[in-house]
């Protein structure tokens, strides 16, 4: 397990819900989030996910999203063909490449297969020239049966409203981490985890271990100064 750049190995599942005014992830009293949204927006593990037609993950640094789309790769391998695209690949200006990269694979699959299609792309923050191409792609195949499209990205200019300019093509977050999730982490990291969770809320900084990349930063601390954050006695 690499805890050192990443959580590769750590199993924490992670939840959608669909983006809105009123869509609040509601905490218990220590600040951990406790499985519900306002307002009873519905919620998607790994496996309902796979079910819908795709949409862009918003969140910002950190919060697992590309980590997620690893997670829905791998689940989506089982079941069907799978393009997983890092935009940061392409060089400036590959824009027909891009295009061609993903018509060749939805071609494929209908000459080769039934089975349903997966389209991962990641990378827009980066890369925000493809942002044209992609909405291209995107407004083309919305409508295409079995086949499911999901862009990852942090809040930038354009893709801000629900649906990158495509109708039915919903925008959803990741759900923050439960009190069992930074337990997890924890045991993980080797720490003694109630401890670590009991700490936290001691401190008042569960806010802090919201986010994967958050809560790993806290035990890199935490484990570096023996089961203690600074200051404590």
Known sequence: MNT??????????????????????????????RSQIKNGEQ????????????????????????????QLKTRAAATGKV????LRDYRAGEFQTFE????????????????????????IDEREE????????????????????????RRVAGLEGTAIGVDGFPRYKLAP????????FANAFGCDAERFVDDVISMQISDLCSKPGGCITLLKLYRGRDGRFEGDE
């Not at 393009?83 to 890092?86: A, V, Y």
């Not at 061609?100 to 990378?123: I, P």
């Open 83 to 86: 393009l997983s695209i890092r």
């Open 100 to 123: 061609q990269d993903v018509k060749s694979f939805l071609e494929r699959d209908n000459r080769d297969t039934k089975d349903k299609a997966y389209l991962f792309v990641d990378g």
């Open 130 to 153: 493809f942002l044209s191409p992609l909405m291209r792609v995107v407004r083309s195949l919305i409508a295409k049966e079995n086949l499911s499209i999901w862009v990852a990205t």
């Open 4 to 33: 050192e750049n990443g959580y590769s190995g750590i199993v924490v599942p992670r939840f959608l819900y669909e983006d809105g005014e009123d869509a609040v992830p509601l905490c218990d009293a220590f600040g951990f989030w």
């Open 177 to 184: 981490l439960r009190r069992s999730d930074v337990w997890n």
């Open 43 to 70: 919620c998607y593990d790994l496996e309902s996910a796979l079910s819908l037609k795709g949409g862009l993950i918003v969140g910002e640094g950190d919060s697992g999203k590309t980590f997620y789309l690893n």
